[in-house]
């Protein structure tokens, strides 16, 4: 693995679930894989779970993880080429991503699309130009289009319950990625990711659904069946993966915002008990009701836990 950018740099899945495991049983039995090298994260938008969930993997396998936020604390870059520089950024990508590859051995960075020109933002052109001019190896904190790390601890999550279940109820679980309503309009980046990373599992079962209007990049969604009756679609379900995004089609808007997609305690009585799944952070009784994200079906902690490991099976 030279760079993580998407599910087509992981390789085998299960080979990497299965290494992010055994490194939640002992953080600490690969140190030495980091000792006197630095990893540099880069953010050019807000962060939480990624932000520190990577700065404590790095720092399991040795690593000195050190945070620069770019939007806040750097000079505001430029990623176009052949930019005539006379605004407001300052400094070119061309020139920074080298001196990034001078200090670091790994480099990550977090990125978010506009929401405003799909093409530009699906040409992920911020991380490509890292990619290009850094040198070094990349991953991906959340680009404009995907977030890689979310999705494996998504299928870390998923294996763990599924090991962990008294008996299966089928060969393949079925696991349903359900729209949520939301106060702003949200990226696609998570669930495009999600898509991306269950088909390409191929172990599920996989429906998505959404009200119409919110269909997804087909390159990301292709292999799963796509549902616009929310109940029909949680039906049996074992996973349910609730998670808001904006339109893709007339890019970037809010066409329904039907408070009646919230998934409730009501809603999950369809389903073999699912469990419930949200990235985080969850806009409560919006997106999902209190007495469903402090219920017992409730995986959302446990799945955000697992970020450490999934960040600590792909910097190793």
Request: aromatic residues 10%; charged residues 25%; proline residues 5%.
């Amino acid at each position: 693995m030279r760079n993580f950018i998407s599910v087509l740099d992981a390789g085998n899945i299960n080979g990497l679930v299965k290494k992010a495991l055994d490194y939640k049983s002992n953080p600490f039995r690969d140190q030495h894989l980091g000792q006197q090298k630095r990893i540099g994260l880069l953010f050019l938008n807000p962060s939480m779970r990624t932000r520190l969930s990577t700065q404590v993997a790095a720092q399991n396998l040795g690593m000195e993880p050190i945070v620069f936020n770019v939007d806040k604390e750097g000079w505001a870059l430029e990623f176009e080429e052949e930019a005539i520089m006379s605004g407001n950024t300052v400094e070119h990508v061309k020139d920074a991503a080298p001196v990034f590859g001078q200090y670091f051995d790994i480099l990550c960075i977090r990125t978010f699309p506009s929401l405003k020109n799909r093409e530009d933002d699906y040409s992920e052109l911020y991380i490509n130009q890292i990619l290009k001019y850094s040198g070094i190896p990349v991953v991906s904190l959340e680009s404009a289009t995907l977030h890689p790390l979310q999705s494996l601890t998504d299928i870390i999550t998923i294996t763990e319950c599924l090991a962990s279940a008294k008996k299966k109820s089928r060969k393949k679980p079925r696991i349903v990625l359900s729209w949520a309503p939301h106060v702003k309009p949200l990226p696609q980046c998570v669930a495009n990711s999600f898509s991306q990373w269950i088909n390409a599992w191929k172990q599920s079962e996989f429906v998505i659904t959404h009200p119409e209007d919110y269909e997804l990049d087909e390159k990301f969604t292709k292999g799963a069946s796509i549902c616009h009756d929310q109940m029909e679609a949680l039906e049996d379900a074992d996973f349910v993966y609730v998670k808001n995004w904006s339109t893709y089609g007339d890019y970037g808007k809010i066409f329904c915002n039907d408070p009646g997609w919230m998934l409730t305690a009501k809603k999950l009585k369809v389903t073999n008990q699912a469990k419930v799944m949200h990235c985080l952070p969850v806009r409560r009784n919006v997106e999902l009701s209190d007495e469903v994200l402090d219920g017992p079906q409730s995986i959302v902690t446990q799945q955000a836990g697992n970020r450490v490991w999934a960040a600590q099976a792909v910097l190793s």
